[in-house]
């Protein structure tokens, strides 16, 4: 099943054109990684797809967006488009609030308001998110006295509780060191038997241990998608062989 | 290497430590010297009978000028407070990124709040007293302060507000939420700090105001009524002392000016704590 069904899509900064026409589609279930260079539109492809970008003024969007078929930029509502394609961020950003009312903020967005409820979405969501047992004890407590991994997970947790279908990460461990990382990775693993999930990597590694598909970007434009294995093992583009043995970028 | 720094110091740092630390005491010094001077001058000068309730030139009562302060701060914070901050929420969280509308009303905060407090005094006086009426009276005054301190609230709210990293903003939309949620959940109990401590430093200047006072709220000694005309501890401390039969009731009202303000400002840094620890 096709999760994410890209057409063309064309995204203009102003007068600058960062995306030049994408066909992609993104599986169900399956965790997609973007890679590229900086600057390449990794971002941009990923924040257009829950519309993050139309918080950007002077963006402008030509092109499709399929999700299950409907198109994000034409009736679907853009609340609704949040919840269920959640983003989790380069840099962890809990809310300078209690551990409870970071994962309940989304709930309570949508209108979910009962004590009883949000106790039980908050335990699920935190055990989903494998950090129950660390913070259990300290739900009442300020999220910001965690540590960057647990702030992190906190973050995926708190996109999870709304119970979205979709995951993005634009490079969800790049501010992190190689412990809370595995242990994100591990989470990310763990997560795509039940979402789908697309993540924007700086490392190579990364994308061949845990994702599905790889997307190779370069200059606004997408050089190669397929098999991880496949991209990385036998690339069909000679841009995307020195991309990933590290000869530019 | 850091050991080495430590132990051995360039000439020039010791003159520059040499130069914080003899500022650091100056300021100090002269703060004590201040504060001890109206203390030791004031203290002696402290009766009971400048508590009674009602002002006579006997008793030379300040206790309807400290209700009249009180009363003066709270109604021109309320005005004030909330008319600043929906401003600087609009500019910061809804205005469009040169919007011709945002540039004006930026200039014209920047340059009220440069504003000496005598012109909003004749301001009030004109306006409020004589063509609306309403003569000599607390609400007037209240309000010509109110307009007085209204920059002042809007640009530290704005800092406040634009201190709030966007990675909260990204993080409250990405998960649904629309404007006014992200703005009143996550980004204003954020800034709440930084909004009191420019209330902070308008009620320090509401307390210390008396020029744009006399003309609007009058000097009347009586305890306060909305409609009357009433005095503050500092106007009241100004006419004492200006009169010059009582300086050293003035004296004894400076302590109790002093008392006040420390009073308030503890009081608006044990909200603020307790505000952001919520
Ligand atoms: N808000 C914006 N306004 C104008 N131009 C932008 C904006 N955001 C991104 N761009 C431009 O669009 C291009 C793509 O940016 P994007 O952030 O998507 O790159 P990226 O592939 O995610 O890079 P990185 O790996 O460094 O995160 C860049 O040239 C960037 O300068
Ligand atoms: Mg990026």
Known sequence: ?249 | MKSRQRTKRKPLDLALAAVTYIAAGLTVAILLLLIGYVVIQGVPNLKLSMFSPRYTSENVSAFPAIVTTVELTLLSLIIAVPLGVCTAIYLTEYARRGNRVVGLIRITAETLSGIPSIVYGLFGMLFFVTALGWGFSLIAGALTLAIMILPLIMRTTEEALLSVPDSYREGSFGLGAGRLRTVFRIVLPAAVPGILSGVILAIGRIVGETAALIYTAGTAAEMPTLTGSARTLAVHMYTLSSEGLHTGEAYATAVILLVLVVGINALAAFSAKKLTRA
Not at chain 1, 104 to 129: M, Y
């Open chain 1, 1 to 249: 099943m096709i999760k994410f069904d890209i057409q063309n899509l064309k995204l203009y900064y102003g007068d600058y054109q960062a995306l030049k026409g994408i066909d992609l589609a993104i599986e169900e279930r399956e965790i997609t990684a973007f890679i590229g260079p900086s600057g390449c539109g990794k971002s941009t492809l990923l924040k257009s797809l829950n519309r993050m970008n139309d918080l950007v003024e002077g963006c402008r969007v030509v092109g499709k967006v399929l999700l299950d078929g409907e198109d994000i930029y034409g009736a679907l509502d853009v609340t609704e488009l949040r919840r269920r394609v959640g983003m989790v961020f380069q840099k962890p950003n809990p809310f300078p609030m209690s551990v409870y009312d970071n994962i309940a903020f989304g709930p309570r967005t949508h209108g979910i308001t009962q004590k009883h409820k949000l106790d039980e979405i908050v335990e699920t969501t935190l055990k989903n998110a494998a950090i129950w047992d660390e913070l259990k004890d300290r739900l009442k407590k300020s999220a910001i006295a965690l540590s960057g991994g647990q702030q992190q997970r906190l973050c995926i947790a708190r996109a999870l509780a709304v119970q979205p279908e979709v995951l993005l990460m634009d490079e969800p461990t790049s501010a992190l060191d190689p412990i809370s990382t595995g242990k994100i990775e591990e989470l990310i693993l763990d997560l795509k038997r039940r979402y789908s999930i697309v993540i924007v990597t700086h490392n190579m590694q990364q994308a061949t241990r845990i994702s599905d598909k790889t997307a190779f970007f370069l200059l606004g434009e997408v050089v190669e998608f397929d098999e991880t294995e496949n991209l990385f093992s036998a690339p069909r583009d000679k841009r995307t062989e020195d991309y990933i043995t590290g000869r530019f970028g």
